[in-house]
């Protein structure tokens, strides 16, 4: 290194803790001089784009902005000393997000640490992001660590989050403008960033990859399915299509493969039609032998379109052919957005991560969580669902954390326990939460922060252990700004974020009204052609609920067990008898011509041909639903 940068610099860095962040910090100092030209004494003010480059760079990133902006605010919340701020950034360095106290902010500011700032190695020296970016591992760069002196009031804590095909495709940054921070200090930070960026990374793997099969892996069972599981996504043509860090090493030790067939004695069609085939009574992870020598235990989310292609191809002929299970873990309804939904919900709730679901009025949000805790936590676990919307306001408090005996008037001698210690050990789901009065709001805040509920008219607390999902269909984040929600109780109800689809935008409308049909009657009903007809072009305001009173009213009056026309309410009639034009028809079969091309050019594959598109699996999705595309055979 040259001289430019003092001496005691660079013995304060031959004092680091490790030979790795010695290693690092001065190859990154030495990046600075040799490539970048970078000076220590060099001063500079911090390079911000625009709030509209901004904002299109988070548009670019929809998915991990998505995924990420509740795992910013619960990172933070985690990270009880003062003086730290959470960042979230691009894969080149760029700030999308931050969150941080408002006393601390023009400090923040000051330094640089805003949305839109850049803080790539390149342009700001020896930094937690850029570093961690090159590095492509957690790393603290502590005070004058920092290459350029005006950092030096700085500590930056960052780990990378990793795409699919291993590539850092974002940075969790945790930075303190504080004097007495010391190293040591960073050792628990840098831990807890690392995990919430493997957490982040896994969402966005599962969620990326849904429409492959994924096989979970760990050299121990109990662990496959876990959060210390390593995950590999298969495409369609049995190719390697993706993986977790964890899954690279892995793959690096059986020689980078890209096939199947390379790591497992056995192929693609063995290996998964091993797991499709298993019972469900089963042990929930199988032995799988590695090329070379060794074991590890795995299991596999499979999607219903590769389990119908894989069950039975390549299992032995036995005397009497092997019964294909349904997953224990799924759902009746066949909309693949409502799928993916679910199967996402069903990982974040196994993590005891909380809920937040939004969805029109009558869309099916309880049924999705009642379906979700019963595949996390099993049927004999309590489900206590609760509609905030129905309870008075002057109940909503008794009904929820109870009451002591004499508590006041009319209340029980021996008291009343509350619904939330019904849920003690189960879920606790809370519909319509926007409409929970504020005191409620505030006496709810403390038992998630506490796990103690106490009841009124008591002084003692009880313990409670139950797991969240909670619903609304009404904007929460505008509540709060009109002060009807407590901001500090969304940021703790949402630590993950599902929207559950209206009806009119479902593609299994048929096959849902001839599941509800059979629960409905004891009688077999059908629908006639006439009135599918009549209810695929309905809009469906009411959502599944409205389609629920249709069909019951309908069949009431369907004598011969086939709905008619003159059977169906006479305002539903009324509603959709709308002209159509033969314009619409014709773009709309001129979509549906080109987007099935474009399919079919990919393979099917969903993810290359969203890409292609430039739009997101789940409008794709939505596309192919509203066009009537659906792969043959």
């Known amino acids: 290194m040259s001289g430019n940068i003092p001496g005691g610099r660079i013995e304060a860095a031959l004092q680091l803790s490790g030979g790795a962040q010695n290693r690092a910090v001065l190859e990154s100092w030495q990046r600075c001089e040799q490539r970048f030209g970078l000076a220590h004494d060099t001063l500079r003010r911090p390079e911000v784009i625009s709030e509209s480059q901004t904002r299109q760079l988070r548009d670019r990133n929809g998915r991990l902005y998505h995924h990420a902006h509740d795992l910013v605010r619960t990172l933070y919340r985690k990270i009880d000393a003062s003086g730290y701020a959470v960042f979230l950034t691009d894969n080149s360095g760029v700030i999308l997000d931050s969150v941080a106290a408002h006393s601390l902010l023009p400090s923040f500011r000051t330094n640089g640490l805003l949305p839109g700032a850049v803080w790539s190695e390149e342009r700001e020296g020896t930094n937690g992001i850029g570093t961690c970016i090159v590095e492509g591992r957690p790393i603290t760069i502590h005070k004058d660590e920092h290459f350029l002196s005006q950092h030096s009031v700085l500590t930056c804590t960052a780990a990378p989050v990793f795409d699919p095909d291993g590539k850092v495709c974002s940075v969790l940054d945790v930075s303190a403008v504080r004097d007495d921070i010391k190293r040591t200090d960073c050792l628990r930070v840098r831990g807890m960033v690392a995990d919430y960026a493997d957490a982040l990374e896994r969402i966005l793997f599962f969620d990326e990859r849904a429409g492959d099969v994924i096989l979970h892996l760990h050299p121990e069972a109990r662990h496959v399915g876990s959060t210390r599981d390593a995950m590999i996504s298969i495409a369609p043509d049995g190719t390697i299509s993706g993986a977790t860090s964890t899954a690279r090493r892995i793959l690096a030790a059986a020689n980078n493969s890209t096939d199947i067939a390379q790591m497992f004695e056995m192929d693609v069609d063995d290996l998964l039609s091993k797991f499709a085939n298993q019972d469900q009574g089963a042990a929930p992870a199988t032995a799988l032998n590695i090329s070379g020598g060794g074991v590890l235990f795995g299991s596999v989310t499979m999607p219903e379109r590769m389990r119908r292609r894989y069950v039975g191809r390549s299992t032995p002929i036995t005397t009497r052919a092997p019964k294909a299970a349904k997953p224990a873990a799924q759902i009746a309804d066949r909309d693949p957005a409502l799928r993916r939904i679910y199967d996402i919900g069903v990982r974040l709730h196994a993590r005891d991560i909380n809920i937040l679901m939004s969805g029109e009025t009558g869309s099916g ?23 905030c919307a129905a309870l008075p306001e002057g109940l909503i408090e008794n009904e929820l954390f109870g009451h002591a005996g004499g508590a006041f008037t009319g209340a029980a001698r021996d008291g009343f326990g509350g619904r939330i210690r019904e849920a003690n050990g189960g879920t606790l789901f809370l519909d319509e939460i926007g409409d929970m009065p504020l005191s409620a709001q505030g006496r709810l805040l403390r ?49 993950a974020r599902l929207a559950v689809p209206p ?90 011509g080109a987007l099935r091309q474009l399919l079919e050019s990919h393979h099917w594959h969903i993810s290359n041909t969203a890409k292609a598109l430039g739009i997101g699996r789940n409008t794709l999705y939505r596309r192919m639903a509203r066009l009537g595309i659906e792969r043959s055979g």
């Open 503 to 592: 009806l009119r935008e479902r593609s299994d409308l048929v096959d849902l009204i001839g599941r509800l049909l059979a629960g409905l009657s004891n009688d077999y009903v059908q629908c006639s052609d006439a009135v599918i007809d009549l209810l695929t072009r309905h809009q469906w305001p009411g959502n599944v609920r409205e389609l629920i009173n249709v069909l019951q009213y309908a069949s009431v009056f369907a004598d011969h067990g086939v709905i008619e026309r003159d059977h169906l309410p006479d305002d539903f009639r009324v509603e959709v008898v709308k002209p159509v034009l033969s314009a619409r028809d014709s773009i709309e079969h001129a979509e549906q």
């Open 365 to 387: 949000k309880e049924y999705l969580a009642r379906h979700i805790h019963e595949a996390t936590l099993g049927k004999s676990r309590n489900f206590v669902a609760i509609n």
């Open 447 to 495: 038992v998630l922060e506490s796990r103690t509920v106490e009841p009124l008219g008591s002084t003692k607390s009880v313990a409670v252990d139950f797991r969240l999902i909670c619903a609304s269909n009404v904007d929460l984040n505008q509540a709060v700004a009109d002060g009807k929600f407590r901001e500090d109780l969304l940021y703790r109800i949402k630590g």
